[in-house]
């Protein structure tokens, strides 16, 4: 071996011992950034049932004012949304009013503004189902096959309308909302009682535990608002759903089953989260066994990040529109992180909504423009979810003072 | 004027995974996720919950734009503090392991 030789191996080794240095290298700086990157996205909101709104919630609502201010940018929102889905525009309208009429419980100089707008969007959501009718709001799939009970309505689209004209009443009696209630909240509990599981579709042969939980919180307010005697029927709902569709391995209610209470799809963070907060009004132990057994079946929590996934180890169910893209590995689901907020706050889980809010503003784009804030990964649907997460209590307080 | 082209060549051509190599690409990362902030790509990351970008399902330069930036952006608070932080530690390393040795 000449010289030369030697020198180009010696120098080769070296240079693969520094490599070998450099990668040692790397590896120790992701040990020390990796568990750090969180406190730099610490979030400083606050759980509480009463109280001033936060600042962030001040922002977001700034933003959703603005929407349904200019008809213009309401427009470019809404057809965004309805591209993928035609849902969250609907459920954007609900999570928006009853956002709002929280803001007007805890702020009440703010009441008056936020009427103006919970009754725009009432109005304009009674106008469209009127004139397009319920599958406006709905997937495609709701006309490509027949519905069970007759004459076909969706509990999605009659529940969350209900809860809309229940909110507003709640904060301010309005008559010309009134007979709209009562009629909806009569005719879906006449619908219920006669359905198998006490469930009603929201799709053809498809019942949603969302949609029938909102429904059942219609009819909690029907009893404030009007002393309707719904009690017994709720309790009996009540029954009826933990006896016949609770998921024997988690424990947790399903998010879909048929007509007759086949389970079709397990229980989905999407559905269970929210599912959670209305049972908040029924039965508390209950509630709070669901957001436990949601928390520990879902919630991920990585360097001081929390998320949700959507679904269970027990039940691998697929990627749709109501989990929004999965994210591989992590399991991340949009949808499911962002109803997570929802019951986080409900129960107030002063860590975990934390953990939730440092992860939206890490991976969440949030942006600021002129005092309105919105988070560029999500749309309106999410950041309205995210509003009432944030300034939600007051509500569901009035209808538990007024209804026990 | 030679010996000035080698040293600009030089601000950016290290030894692979040398410490002047890793703050430099360091740098290059964060130069970039700098410019696509500046030009507004930040609005078009709105894939990440499957909504469309404005221009509808198929505006794939909004979608790419989304998803380029987005890379970037988690570039910028991953990748780049390891790298800043490993440069450091690899010359400290170097300097106990490869002298001992």
């Known amino acids: 071996m000449s010289d030369k030789d030697r020198s180009f191996e010696e120098k080769m080794k070296l240079r693969f011992k520094e490599i070998g240095v450099a990668l040692l290298a790397l590896i120790l700086a992701a040990c020390l950034w990796l568990p750090s990157v969180h406190f730099f996205f610490k979030a400083s909101d606050v759980v509480s049932k009463s109280g001033p709104i936060s600042k962030r919630a001040k922002e977001l609502a700034q933003r959703h004012l603005k929407i349904w201010q200019d008809p213009k940018l309401r427009q470019k929102e809404l057809q965004r949304m309805r591209g993928r889905n035609a849902e969250w525009d609907f459920m954007g309208r609900t999570f928006l009013v009853l956002a709002l009429s929280n803001m007007a419980l805890r702020s009440p100089d703010t009441q008056a503004g936020h009427l103006e707008i919970?009754?725009?969007?009432?109005?304009?959501?009674?106008?469209?189902?009127?004139?397009?009718?319920?599958?406006?709001?709905?997937?495609?799939?709701?006309?490509?096959?027949?519905?069970?009970?007759?004459?076909?309505?969706?509990?999605?689209?009659?529940?969350?309308?209900?809860i809309m004209l229940g909110a507003r009443r709640l904060l301010a009696e309005k008559l010309s909302y009134k007979d709209e209630f009562q009629s909806r909240v009569r005719l879906m509990k006449k619908r219920m009682e006669e359905a198998p599981v006490y469930c009603n579709e929201s799709y053809p042969n498809?019942?949603?535990?969302?949609?029938?939980?909102?429904?059942a919180v219609a009819l909690k307010m029907s009893d404030v608002l009007d002393g309707s005697k719904y009690t017994e029927f709720l309790n009996a709902w009540l029954n009826k759903i933990?006896?016949?569709?609770?998921?024997?391995?988690?424990?947790?209610?399903?998010?879909?089953?048929?007509?007759?209470?086949?389970?079709m799809d397990g229980p989905e963070g999407s559905s269970i989260w929210f599912t959670a907060h209305c049972l908040q009004l029924l039965d508390r132990e209950f509630a709070k066994d669901q957001y436990?057994?949601?928390?520990?079946?879902?919630?991920?929590?990585?360097?001081?990040?929390?998320?949700?996934?959507?679904?269970?180890?027990s039940f691998r169910g697929p990627m749709d529109v109501d989990s929004g893209p999965i994210i591989p590995v992590l399991e991340v689901s949009a949808g499911s992180s962002g109803m997570a907020f929802i019951a986080a706050g409900a129960f107030e889980d002063q860590e975990f909504l934390s953990s939730l809010l440092g992860t939206l503003d890490f991976a969440g784009f949030p942006l600021k423009t002129e005092g309105a804030l919105k988070y560029c990964a999500s749309n309106q649907v999410g950041d309205a979810v995210l509003l009432y997460s944030l300034v939600q209590g007051p509500l569901w307080e009035k209808i538990l003072r007024k209804g026990n | 004027?030679?010996?000035?082209?080698?040293?600009?060549?030089?601000?950016?051509?290290?030894?692979?995974?040398?410490?002047?190599?890793?703050?430099?690409?360091?740098v290059i990362l964060?130069?970039?996720?700098?410019?696509?902030?500046?030009?507004?790509?930040?609005?078009?990351?709105?894939?990440?919950?499957?909504?469309?970008?404005?221009?509808?399902?198929?505006?794939?330069?909004?979608?790419?734009?989304?998803?380029?930036?987005?890379?970037?952006?988690?570039?910028?608070?991953?990748?780049v503090p390891i790298l800043l932080i490993a440069a450091p530690i690899s010359i400290g390393l170097k300097a106990f392991l490869l002298k001992k040795g």
Request: proline share 4%; net charge negative; aromatic share 14%.
């Open chain 2, 30 to 79: 964060i130069i970039f996720f700098i410019v696509l902030h500046l030009l507004g790509f930040r609005e078009e990351v709105s894939f990440l919950s499957g909504t469309p970008p404005e221009g509808g399902v198929h505006d794939y330069a909004a979608i790419i734009k989304g998803v380029v930036y987005a890379l970037s952006y988690f570039s910028a608070w991953v990748l």
């Open chain 2, 1 to 26: 004027m030679e010996n000035e082209e080698k040293k600009r060549i030089r601000l950016f051509w290290h030894p692979f995974l040398s410490p002047a190599w890793l703050v430099s690409r360091a």
């Open chain 1, 242 to 263: 933990r006896q016949e569709l609770v998921d024997k391995k988690t424990g947790l209610l399903p998010s879909s089953f048929s007509y007759r209470g086949r389970i």
């Open chain 1, 206 to 215: 498809e019942c949603w535990m969302f949609c029938n939980s909102a429904a």
């Open chain 1, 292 to 313: 436990e057994r949601a928390k520990a079946e879902l919630a991920v929590s990585i360097c001081g990040f929390s998320y949700a996934k959507e679904w269970p180890e």
């Open chain 1, 118 to 162: 919970i009754d725009a969007i009432i109005d304009d959501t009674l106008k469209v189902e009127d004139e397009m009718g319920m599958h406006h709001f709905l997937l495609g799939y709701s006309q490509s096959s027949s519905w069970i009970q007759q004459p076909e309505r969706s509990i999605f689209v009659d529940g969350e309308i209900a």
